[in-house]
């Protein structure tokens, strides 16, 4: 279990939603794709809260977001008609009843991940918290019933396993995964920890829940600058998270179907995310090769601090060298909305209605 700040539990109020939302609540969980500010509260370097970051977001702020503006999560609450979901570490005399964000950079599945950075919330202990704040919640509604009504009415988003295999590739985790595991065993043991995470959230209360697939990180500056390669991206490395990709589906297939009232929804980030890389005309973008902002060793890192970034930010896909533009994070999240093949087998407009 993780250590964050403590605060008096008994003296929570509580910030309700409206009946004008399409879902009571938006739960997040994840990595730096979807920290919105919980790593500012860490003892890590991973943190993303000075400018450029936030450059384009709500007056300029540098809230933790890893990009420039908005993240999936953020435009996903905007569809559900709910506030952003603030980090979960940051709340201290108001408990929303909108949903919170867990999600924290450099983290993982597996624990070992993003440690070289310091501290970060693993999967397993974000899903520990949310266990903290479903206790929280019960002083709050009227009986157990009601409580799992608004629970199986909210939405789960989560974006994570990215670090896991950036990790694998630097050889940063604890123990030398390249020579225990085989690229397919790496991807099953990652999976059956995610699995198991999933049906810990199901035991909480969770019934809607939305994963993302793992990019092509094959494709982003940091590798593409570090590795020789042949076309725009390191394709060997887009490989390895195919594996972890396509066994995806049928966890989460068995899951629905195990798993009474569930339904586990797969976005097919992947697809979508490479075929920007390959064809960025087709998306709007101008450069999807490069970081937008100035990123430190020779673009390879996070940005540079208070240096100026590239003017058209909405036509870039990469704001540093790891992490999207919030055009990007507008397309995944507009495509989730509403497009039934990228997110299976229920788009979010779809999903709310169930």
């Known amino acids: 279990m993780c250590h964050h700040p403590q605060f008096p539990f008994f003296f929570l109020r509580f910030i309700s939603s409206s009946a004008t939302q399409?879902?009571?609540a938006l739960y997040v969980f994840g990595d730096s794709l979807f920290d919105s500010g919980n790593n500012n509260l860490l003892p890590t370097i991973a943190r993303a809260n000075y400018l450029p970051y936030g450059a384009n977001f709500v007056n300029k702020s540098s809230t933790g977001r890893f990009t420039n503006g908005k993240t999936v999560p953020d435009f996903v609450a905007e569809f559900l008609g709910l506030p952003y979901s603030p980090p979960f570490l940051k709340i201290r005399d108001k408990l929303p009843l909108t949903g919170l964000n867990y999600a924290s950079g450099s983290c993982g599945i597996l624990p070992e991940t993003g440690r070289p950075f310091g501290k970060c919330l693993n999967f397993e202990e974000q899903v520990s918290l949310?266990?903290?704040?479903?206790?929280l919640l019960r002083r709050h509604f009227t009986s157990s019933k009601v409580?799992?009504?608004?629970?199986?009415?909210s939405i789960f988003?989560?974006?994570i396993g990215s670090n896991d295999y950036l990790s694998r590739s630097l050889g940063t985790l604890s123990f030398n995964t390249?020579?225990?595991y085989t690229p397919q065993q790496f991807a099953q043991l990652l999976i059956e920890k995610l699995s198991h995470q999933f049906q810990r959230l199901y035991n909480l209360g969770a019934r809607k829940i939305v994963m993302f697939e793992i990019g092509p990180i094959g494709c982003i500056p940091s590798i593409t600058r570090k590795n020789k390669h042949t076309g725009r991206c390191v394709e060997d490395k887009n490989q390895l998270v195919s594996y972890f990709n396509n066994m995806l589906p049928t966890m989460l297939q068995n899951?629905?179907?195990?798993?009474?009232?569930?339904?586990?929804v797969n976005s097919h980030a992947h697809w979508l995310g490479y075929d920007a890389v390959i064809n960025p005309p087709k998306y709007g973008l101008m450069d999807s090769?490069?970081?937008?902002?100035?990123?430190?060793?020779?673009?390879?890192?996070?940005?540079?601090?208070?240096?100026?970034?590239c003017s058209n930010a909405n036509q870039h896909y990469f704001w540093d060298a790891y992490h999207l533009t919030e055009a990007m994070y507008s397309l995944f999240a507009s495509h989730c909305i509403n497009d039934k093949s990228f997110c299976e087998p229920f788009n979010l407009k779809e999903l709310v209605k169930m």
Do not use: H
């Not at 949310?130 to 206790?135: A, R, Y």
């Not at 090769?289 to 060793?297: K, V």
């Open 22 to 24: 399409l879902a009571p």
């Open 130 to 135: 949310f266990d903290e704040t479903v206790k």
């Open 147 to 153: 409580l799992s009504n608004y629970l199986s009415k």
């Open 157 to 159: 988003i989560i974006s």
């Open 178 to 180: 390249n020579v225990r």
């Open 255 to 264: 899951l629905t179907s195990c798993l009474e009232g569930s339904t586990f």
């Open 289 to 309: 090769s490069n970081p937008c902002c100035i990123a430190w060793f020779n673009g390879t890192s996070g940005c540079i601090p208070f240096l100026k970034p």
